[in-house]
């Protein structure tokens, strides 16, 4: 019996059908190594990696990784576009309306991913994005004292 081993990014790269390049392998492990991160914070930290890239590449590299199902794109209304490397598992996020924090929740209702909409109108559901709104524990207590 053999123990199966974890792709390296380079493989799961190519498996997405995506050229391997250095900016790639850092795009990908920098959104991975992270929480909720925006272009600028990504591309600063893959700049520490790797030297000089522009902005314009790393919107192009997100943009690839996000159509290859590897990294996922969160469009929080009134925020700029967060990215993360939780794929494939249909949570959600808490979302706090002071500092913007967010976090990952998992499914509460409903059958796995949480696809059970009340009317779906004939639609096959495959997806549900669900941004609960609020105040995080920092922010709650801030405002309180």
């Given at each position: 019996m053999?123990?199966?081993?974890?792709?390296?990014?380079?493989?799961?790269l190519r498996g997405a059908g995506l050229r391997v390049t250095a900016a790639r392998v850092a795009l990908l492990e920098t959104v991975r190594d992270g929480d909720?991160?925006?272009?600028?914070?990504?591309?600063?930290?893959?700049?520490?990696?790797?030297?000089?890239?522009s902005v314009q590449?790393?919107?192009e590299g997100l943009h690839a990784l996000t159509a290859a199902g590897l990294i996922r794109r969160l469009d929080p209304?009134?925020?700029?576009?967060?990215y993360e490397g939780r794929v494939?598992?249909?949570?959600?996020h808490l979302v706090?309306?002071?500092?913007?924090?967010?976090?990952?929740v998992d499914c509460a209702v409903g059958h796995a991913?949480?696809?059970?909409?009340?009317?779906?109108?004939?639609f096959a559901v495959d997806e549900a994005e669900v941004i609960?709104?609020?105040?995080?524990?920092?922010?709650?207590?801030?405002g309180s004292s």
């Open positions: 053999t123990a199966s081993r974890t792709p390296t990014t380079a493989e799961e909720h991160l925006g272009a600028e914070a990504i591309a600063s930290e893959v700049r520490g990696r790797v030297g000089h890239i590449a790393v919107y209304p009134g925020s700029p576009a967060l494939g598992d249909n949570h959600h706090c309306r002071s500092c913007g924090a967010v976090a990952d991913p949480c696809l059970t909409a009340s009317d779906d109108r004939g609960y709104w609020g105040l995080c524990p920092d922010c709650s207590t801030a």
